[in-house]
């Protein structure tokens, strides 16, 4: 699922700044009712990213190529930690 936003204009509300990183929750009478979560724009970038990463992992029309592909890089003892969107997209050819 595609994740979308919706800007709203910063007179039009009372945040605070959430730091990198951080994740603000807003809840609504407790914890069981979260109502909004504030992000950090670096954060939000992010997460759009990996969004539209796993978008187009579920629409590959090889996926089961590029599934053993990215479990051989994976089980590599020579990798290292890669959680950046362009490096994954890199080293999937994508």
Known sequence: MAL??????SND???PEPQ??????VERYSAEHVK???L??????ELQGDS??????ATASDLSEL??????????SEG??????????RLLGL
Do not use: N, Y
Request: net charge negative.
């Open 4 to 9: 979308h936003s919706s800007p709203i204009k």
């Open 13 to 15: 509300v009372r945040l």
């Open 20 to 25: 990198p990183g951080e994740a603000l929750v």
């Open 36 to 38: 909004a979560v504030i």
């Open 40 to 45: 950090h724009p670096d954060d939000f970038a």
């Open 52 to 57: 539209e990463l796993l978008d187009d992992l």
């Open 67 to 76: 599934g053993v592909r990215a479990h051989q890089i994976s089980e590599s």
């Open 80 to 89: 290292e930690l890669v959680d950046d969107e362009a490096s994954v997209r």
